[in-house]
């Protein structure tokens, strides 16, 4: 099984920056994509941003309009995600996501995993 931890959540005033963490460990082959997702109160889970491995191509939701940034380490299994000028709307349990190739004997399953998530809360 793949283990996710989330940090760098809290309470930031609007406008301001908070920078999230996340690290996978245990059983890993081969991570295909690492990512960040987000979910408010009453309200579905989106996608944030995410990245692939290898290689790095990177995609962020258009409400982002280049405030936020991911970033990672492949050879550390981590991911994280810059975000700048916060608005209170971003109030929300940010959750890091993996895509990964699991191999089981001959076989190779594409399995996706999910950390517990880090709460965001923008206020003043």
């Known amino acids: 099984q793949v283990q996710l931890v989330e940090s760098g959540g809290g309470l930031v005033q609007p406008g301001g920056s908070l920078r999230l963490s996340c690290v996978a460990s245990?059983?890993?082959?081969?991570?295909?994509?690492m990512g960040w997702y987000r979910q408010a109160p009453g309200k579905e889970r989106e996608l944030v941003a995410t990245?692939?491995?290898?290689?790095?191509?990177?995609h962020y939701a258009d409400f982002e309009k280049g405030r936020f940034t991911i970033s990672g380490d492949t050879s550390k299994n981590t991911v994280y995600l810059q975000m700048d000028s916060l608005t209170p709307e971003e109030t929300a349990v940010y959750y890091c996501?993996?895509?990964?190739?699991?191999?089981?004997?001959?076989?190779?399953?594409?399995?996706?995993?999910w950390g517990q998530g880090t709460q965001v809360t923008v206020s003043s």
């Open positions: 996501h993996v895509e990964a190739n699991q191999k089981y004997g001959k076989k190779i399953n594409a399995e996706g995993f």
């Open positions: 245990g059983y890993i082959f081969a991570i295909t994509s």
């Open positions: 990245e692939n491995r290898p290689g790095g191509c990177k």
